[in-house]
């Protein structure tokens, strides 16, 4: 898998569940915040249609402080379906413009396209809050997701919204790794050393060391996996089911 179709920074960002409603069903709003300057964020699928099932992009993505242009990214193991904001709506597009790269052809999604839960899209905007909705469940068990790219680069999104900050040492079941994989989320670089993953932290006399305490992904938000393997066992990621904290 391509990295990205478009340049991209590996943005600050910060996810906070900020309403739910109780009904017969339980229906959830996650407020993720981005700065200005960056201007696109990897976003998490945490919640289903409701009723149950996967969700379409526009079900998810609200349009609410988004403006026409605004662009959603899903890559489909070949390209990248797309969508832009149109009119104040989500809408199939088949090329998109950017000052940098020019016109670039990509996928124009199915009319009935939806995510399954634990699914990773980019939000393209300058807005600094995008909101997902949708209805809330709780992760019963562990939900593995299809095997990942060898030697690519991986979009991957935690499926839950109970924790505001998801372990990938102790939430996630890893196999297939090689040291050396990355994990890339807020501008922060976390490393697998062999037997866990690390990010770098630098002590009061300005030393560089590693540690494998706080490497987190944010409620609400994905990352990039970059898988350095070129082994015959293709890397998987399993989210284990979490409680809220």
């Given at each position: 898998m391509k990295k990205i179709l478009l340049p991209l920074a590996m943005l600050a960002a910060s996810a906070a569940l900020a309403v739910t409603v109780q009904t017969a069903n339980t229906y959830g709003v996650i407020k993720l915040t981005k700065a200005a300057s960056e201007p696109q964020l990897v976003i998490a699928c945490p919640w289903t249609a409701v009723g149950g099932g996967a969700i379409s992009p526009a079900a998810l993505v609200a349009t609410t402080g988004l403006a026409n242009g605004d662009h959603l990214f899903y890559y489909?193991?070949?390209?990248y379906d797309t969508w832009v904001l149109q009119n104040g709506a989500w809408t199939g597009a088949t090329t998109v413009s950017n000052s940098d790269t020019g016109t670039l052809a990509v996928s124009e999604p199915a009319s009935d396209f939806t995510l399954?839960?634990?699914?990773?899209?980019?939000v393209q905007t300058s807005a600094t809050a995008v909101y997902l909705t949708g209805q809330y469940s709780a992760i019963a068990e562990s939900l593995a997701g299809a095997q990942l790219a060898q030697n690519a680069w991986n979009l991957i999104a935690p499926p839950q919204s109970e924790k505001a900050e998801i372990d990938i040492n102790t939430d996630?079941?890893?196999t297939?790794?090689?040291?050396?994989?990355?994990?890339?989320?807020n501008f922060k670089i976390y490393r697998w050393n062999?037997?866990?993953w690390t990010k770098e932290v630098i002590d009061d006399w300005g030393m560089k060391t590693r540690t494998s305490e706080g490497v987190t992904i944010p409620r609400g938000q994905g990352a990039w996996y970059h898988?350095?393997?070129t082994?015959?066992?293709a890397p998987t990621v399993t989210w284990k089911a979490v409680s809220a904290n």
């Open positions: 489909n193991g070949s390209t399954p839960r634990g699914a990773a899209l980019i996630v079941t890893w297939g790794l090689k040291a050396g994989d990355e994990v890339v989320c062999g037997s866990a898988s350095t393997s082994g015959e066992t």
